[in-house]
């Protein structure tokens, strides 16, 4: 082969900056972003996360300071997880008209009301045992989660939310929330349904951000076995059966494959929870010096956009909006 004379050279279109953003075929925007938010009963508290450097929990008074961030980067949307002060075993703090999240709702919607705000619908932050759902005999009981739940997501509603996230991985949670804010007259809600949510040790750091660890067992019950794949394309068929609006694989980077697959099986929104885990190895290599967290960053959520999802939830959100913004 004569060299001089090749017709294709990849090369060519990697020659410059321009040419490279040109041909590019993935793209980050902050319209991408979920951007997840912890909240806490008290005054004045803004309490660092020590296993997540650079977040925090905030008290609803001190919410302002972080919306203000999230509405100037142009990020659309937030997703809360309420700290309850009380927790029982029943979790009652997650349905209670003046519950934590329903307060940070109401004041989130006050203060910024175009942000789109998601609210996580689980038990295990409201629990004095830590499981996603009502406990009996060292057993999660499904339907009587159902219930609780379903209460839950009409309280969020109803103090303002403006999509719902089951994230308990019970059997038909789509269903019966569904039914229940049909009931209440509000049909016009979505529901992002967290599908294929792993029992991964990716939520280590979010468990200690949260104060969500289970008491006693693990969750290996409820939450998907991290080797399949054949069944997370099953209950991401169910939650759209049962009326999801929008489906959701949980991890991300450990379940790219999972995405690819979702999002070549189904057409529905789909996004993809980048988790604590995955935040806090980065943070805590760049602490180190050994990796360019910028570079990894962008590299990551590039990675997880072109396996397929539209939605990315990250704790990198911000950092991401504002490099973009640079």
């Known amino acids: 082969m004569n060299l001089n004379q090749l017709l294709h050279r990849p090369r060519r279109l990697r020659h410059s900056n321009a040419l490279r953003n040109l041909v590019q075929e993935t793209r980050l925007h902050p ?6 938010i912890f ?16 977040q925090f929990r905030w008290s609803v008074d001190r919410l302002p300071e972080i919306l203000d961030q999230v509405v100037q980067a142009d990020i659309q949307a937030v997703l809360l997880f309420g700290i309850p002060e009380v927790k029982d075993a029943v ?3 997650a349905y209670a008209e003046t519950g934590i999240i329903q307060q940070a709702i109401r004041a989130i ?7 789109l705000v998601v609210g996580d619908v689980c038990l295990c932050e409201y629990t004095d045992h830590g499981h996603c759902g009502v406990l009996e005999n060292g057993d999660v009981v499904n339907d009587a989660t159902l219930e609780l739940l379903t209460k839950s997501a009409v309280s ?14 019970m059997d038909g949670q789509v269903a019966a929330i569904r039914a229940g804010l049909d009931v209440q007259e509000l049909k016009h809600i979505p529901i992002m349904g967290y599908s294929a949510k792993y029992a991964s040790a990716f939520y280590g750091p979010f468990r200690e951000a949260a104060e969500s660890a289970p008491q006693q067992g693990n969750r290996a019950g ?13 209950e991401i068929e169910l939650d759209l ?6 489906i959701m694989v949980k991890p991300a980077l450990s379940y790219l494959d999972v995405i690819q697959q979702a999002r070549q099986t189904f057409n529905a929104p789909l996004a993809a929870y980048n988790v604590s885990g995955e935040y806090s190895m980065i943070k805590a290599a760049s602490q180190q010096g050994w990796i ?3 570079r990894i960053v962008m590299e990551t959520l590039t990675s997880i956009k072109r396996a397929g999802a539209d939605i990315l939830i990250s704790y990198f959100a911000l950092d991401v909006a504002n490099w973009l913004r640079a």
Do not use: C, W
Request: aromatic share 4%.
């Open 222 to 234: 409820y939450q998907m076995d991290p080797p399949n794949i054949r069944e997370a394309i099953r």
């Open 91 to 93: 979790g009652t703090q």
């Open 156 to 169: 969020q509603v109803l103090a303002g939310a403006d999509v719902v996230a089951p994230s308990a991985m």
């Open 241 to 246: 059966n049962e009326g999801a609006d929008m």
């Open 109 to 115: 919607k006050k203060k910024s009301p175009n942000l």
């Open 31 to 36: 319209h991408d972003f979920i951007y997840p």
């Open 292 to 294: 360019d967290e910028q």
């Open 39 to 54: 909240i806490v009963e008290g005054q004045n508290l803004k309490q660092p996360i020590v296993s997540m450097p650079e």
